[in-house]
């Protein structure tokens, strides 16, 4: 055994200083701390030095001496590789001996530096750590005890997988019976422990913890009622894991746990209410949701609606006293990354507007996050959300009584909670609730214009919830009053009041579209007078709210008076901010939707913009190269600015179609495309595809020199892995096709039989199913000979998903290729005539000598099979096609 290891006394007085120093609010003092650490660490006993301080040197303060652990922990996870193997045993040695220490911080930070060693990979090269803290839990001595399940919970949380594996001869075997035996010990904080060691082990299905699982729902039973609110929030959080993992093991005890978790949902620690209140969140996803709750209503409504109110904190944190901060500019820190939704490109239906696969944009995020992310109010409010989705109007009986009392309480913050109330039942009952809306709408329309800024604010996300419905009735009844309010409250003092009025704003535009254009000249100067009013953060929400208004009311926003309005101050930003500022993001989305909005009228701006946006591509593609040759010297590039400009260029190529020629003559874009094209990251490559197909329209005499090299990419991405670049690549491939003609013939198998696959696949979503149909029909128009032999393959598939997307170019070409392909195979589609024939029977309008092309093929079928075989074969189908092919085709 080598001799115990002493530090050098002038060393120690040096490390001390350090540590004494590091602990001053001083930046720069900070600083120089941080570059001597990184000098100490050259010397390979400098370790030894900070566990000493730790474990050893009792007469200093505590505080001094865990900072000195923290710090070895910080080395520990940078260089433990390069310990020599004297100091890592001197280390972990220390760590064990002390892991008992009278002084809960000590007892925590020696924790901290033990899981930080054996998540190094050190569990295997440790292999009596897990067996000696074992051991100690069995110690007499509280402190050691604690301070070893202190360690083991943090171990558990780390190296949950790694415990459960082979690769330590399955530990847990042990380990987990001995953690069950800890639930009845007389100490809380040991109690609150155990029950976390196991609680890591239930998602996972661990096979330890399943031999025993009724033992430890028995446990949790028994600790129901702990005087310990940390051991009832360790309770809760296992029942909701088991609801997940183990729901037939608590089925049988389901009555008395839901009366359980109604209590603990009301507990006096907010902590344990939010992990009870997580139980309903839980349990609406599971199919027995509404067996199990449907006695429990009654109850249950009332405990999620009182968590719904602001506590007292909640308050305080939100300056919910401070009526007017509009003049306060923001907190940088404040302001949440945001992220760029790439371009997709999809199908119109019939019906209005472009159908989003995903609709993200009202959920309950109704304050902000500066108040710690989650908590009862927003857990509760999520739960009743999902619950009005599982029963629907069922629950309206028990909420309207409620409701009633809430919404014209005097105190503001019951009346405030009410208001959350009734936008998050707005989805799942909005049925039920539709009789109401004729009083309810005109009230909340008031309450926008409240002395309290949370109970304007909570008013517009609320409003925004029914937005759907105020459009559907006449405008001038609520849709007029609710905008002109809406509008007032966007240039509020208040800047929480005008972030929700500007976010239910855009609901509402998307709701509306072209409903607004007889406003837009009001809505345009509330929006320009905005941009002078506003701090940054709600700036970017202003930018997307401007966006929508473009999307939503299309060319009609190409007006003189309206362009001179709203260019001048978004072209002042656009100069102001600089190519590394993140505030171009949300600044090139919106002006990408406005250029194609007004299309001709963006022309006079276009040429500064499209140069800016090869730019930003052209820099970030060079940073790239120089980070992928010497990572060490430069940082990779920002990826989201390339992305953002490739879509402001697709917005540019269709608003301005031709007119974009010259612009693209005079660039290298069609290089840069082709780096794009092939860059690692999906959303790059989903973005250069809808350039390229954008283009391909605009000015294909600058493509078609490419498309030898652009195809092979394209075949190599249909991939439907990846949706939205598989998406955008079929897309591009239809429009190519188009604009190349027979000249297609050579690249038909380079994507062809991706695309049968992708048409034939299960669970493939709409607008992908779309967009390939439609390219398929391309190509068989373009190229018959070469498409028709595999039409049988996709014949019906490609009819069941064109049935539902409006007339228009795309459907038509697609069509004009199904009849090419159908006289040059007809054999391929007589099996499953009858969907050919519904898909023809969608068309409201077709050009006439497509109709012809129908009329042809239907009347040959007609002949071919015979007139008995046609009325049998008509009489399958639905009455509304058999009407309409007899009216329009004479069949």
């Known amino acids: 055994m080598e001799c115990e290891w002493k530090p050098d006394e002038q060393g120690l007085q040096q490390i001390l200083q350090l540590l004494k120093e590091s602990q001053s609010p001083d930046t720069s003092t900070q600083r120089s701390v941080q570059q001597r650490l990184e000098q100490l660490n050259q010397y390979p006993d400098f370790n030894n030095y900070l566990i000493f301080v730790l474990t050893k040197l009792k007469s200093e303060d505590e505080p001094t001496r865990s900072l000195s652990g923290l710090i070895l922990k910080n080395n520990v996870k940078a260089h433990y590789q390069n310990f020599p193997s004297g100091v890592s045993d001197f280390i972990k040695s220390e760590c064990l001996q002390n892991i008992g220490d009278s002084s809960p911080l000590i007892r925590a930070t020696v924790g901290i530096l033990i899981t930080t060693i054996a998540s190094k990979g050190e569990l295997q090269n440790w292999p009596e750590l897990l067996p000696k803290l074992c051991l100690l839990l069995d110690s007499e001595d509280y402190n050691t005890c604690e301070g070893a399940f202190g360690a083991l919970q943090k171990i558990c949380e780390d190296s949950a997988e790694i415990l459960d594996s082979d690769m330590l001869d399955r530990p847990l075997n042990i380990m987990i019976p001995k953690f069950l035996q800890f639930f009845k010990h007389n100490s809380p904080k040991i109690r609150s422990h155990a029950i976390a060691c196991v609680n890591q082990f239930i998602i996972s299905r661990t096979q330890a913890l399943m031999l025993h699982i009724d033992p430890f729902i028995e446990n949790l039973f028994a600790l129901a009622t702990d005087e310990e609110p940390e051991v009832r929030k360790n309770v809760c959080r296992a029942l909701v894991m088991l609801l997940e993992v183990r729901l037939d093991r608590l089925l049988p005890h389901m009555h008395n746990i839901v009366e359980y978790m109604l209590q603990r949902t009301q507990d006096q620690d907010e902590n344990v209410a939010l992990e009870a209140c997580e139980f309903w969140l839980t349990l609406a996803e599971q199919p027995v949701c509404k067996e199990v709750l449907c006695g429990h209503l009654s109850q249950l409504t009332p405990v999620l609606v009182n968590g719904m109110k602001y506590s007292e904190i909640d308050i305080i944190l939100l300056k919910g006293d401070i009526e007017e901060d509009e003049a306060i500019p923001d907190n940088e820190q404040d302001i949440r990354p945001r992220f760029h939704r790439s371009r997709t490109v999809a199908q119109q239906h019939e019906g209005d507007g472009i159908e989003e696969e995903e609709d993200d944009d009202d959920e309950l995020d109704d304050d902000d996050d500066t108040i710690s992310d989650w908590n009862l109010r927003k857990c509760s409010a999520a739960a009743l959300d999902v619950l009005a989705n599982v029963f629907r109007d069922d629950l309206l009986l028990h909420i309207l009584p409620l409701l009633k009392e809430l919404l014209f309480h005097p105190e503001w913050v019951v009346k405030e909670s009410g208001i959350l109330v009734l936008g998050a039942i707005a989805e799942g009952c909005m049925q039920g609730m539709i009789p109401y809306l004729p009083e309810l709408i005109p009230h909340l329309v008031q309450c926008l214009s409240d002395k309290k800024a949370l109970v304007r604010s909570i008013t517009c996300w609320t409003l925004s919830r029914y937005a759907h419905w105020v459009v559907s009735q006449p405008p001038d009844t609520y849709l007029k009053p609710l905008m002109t309010e809406l509008l007032k409250r966007i240039l509020d003092s208040n800047k929480r009041v005008q972030e929700a009025a500007c976010s239910a704003f855009a609901t509402l535009e998307e709701e509306a579209c072209t409903e607004l254009v007889p406003y837009l000249a009001f809505i345009l100067d509330t929006l320009v007078f905005a941009f002078s009013k506003y701090q940054h953060k709600n700036l970017l929400i202003l930018y997307d709210a401007i966006g929508t208004l473009a999307d939503s009311v299309g060319h009609h926003l190409n007006k003189p008076e309206y362009i001179q309005m709203l260019m001048p101050p978004l072209i002042q930003k656009w100069n102001q901010l600089k190519d590394e500022d993140k505030d171009l993001f949300p600044l090139l989305e919106c002006l990408s939707s406005v250029a194609t909005a007004l299309q001709s009228g963006f022309l006079p701006y276009c040429e500064p913009v499209y140069q800016r946006c090869v730019n930003l591509v052209q820099k970030t593609l060079a940073q790239a190269m120089l980070h992928q040759s010497q990572p060490d010297q430069y940082e990779a590039p920002d990826k989201d600015f390339m992305i953002v400009a490739l879509d402001l260029l697709s917005g540019l190529a269709e608003g301005l179609g031709g007119t974009i020629e010259q612009l693209v003559a005079r660039s290298n874009i069609l290089t840069l495309m082709y780096q794009c094209m092939q860059d690692k990251m999906p959303e790059v490559r989903q973005s250069s595809f809808a350039l390229l197909g954008d283009l391909t329209k605009a000015c294909f005499q600058h493509v078609k020199p490419c498309i030898a090299d652009f195809m092979p990419i394209l075949g190599t991405n249909l991939n439907p892995e990846l949706i939205s670049v598989c998406n955008n690549a079929t897309w591009a491939i239809g429009e190519i096709s188009i604009q190349m003609g027979p000249e297609m013939q050579p690249y038909i198998a380079m994507v062809l039989h991706q695309l049968v696959e992708i048409i034939n696949r299960p669970n493939t979503p709409k607008t992908l199913l779309e967009n390939t149909a439609i390219t398929i029909g391309r190509l068989g128009y373009v190229c018959p000979q070469e498409v028709a032999p595999m039409l049988q ?64 093929i239907l009347h040959g079928f007609k002949n071919q099979v015979g007139e008995e075989n046609w009325s049998r074969f008509s009489d399958q189908f639905p009455m509304p096609l058999k009407e309409r092919l007899a009216t329009f085709y004479g069949v």
């Open 793 to 856: 393959q996709f014949i019906r598939p490609w009819c069941t998903s064109l049935r539902n997307i409006r007339d228009n170019e795309e459907k038509d070409s697609a069509f004009r290729g199904i009849c090419t392909m159908i006289s040059v195979n007809p054999g391929g589609v007589v099996q499953d005539f009858i969907f050919f024939c519904d898909a023809v029977a969608s068309w409201v309008n077709p050009k006439d000598d497509l109709r012809d092309m129908f009329c042809k």
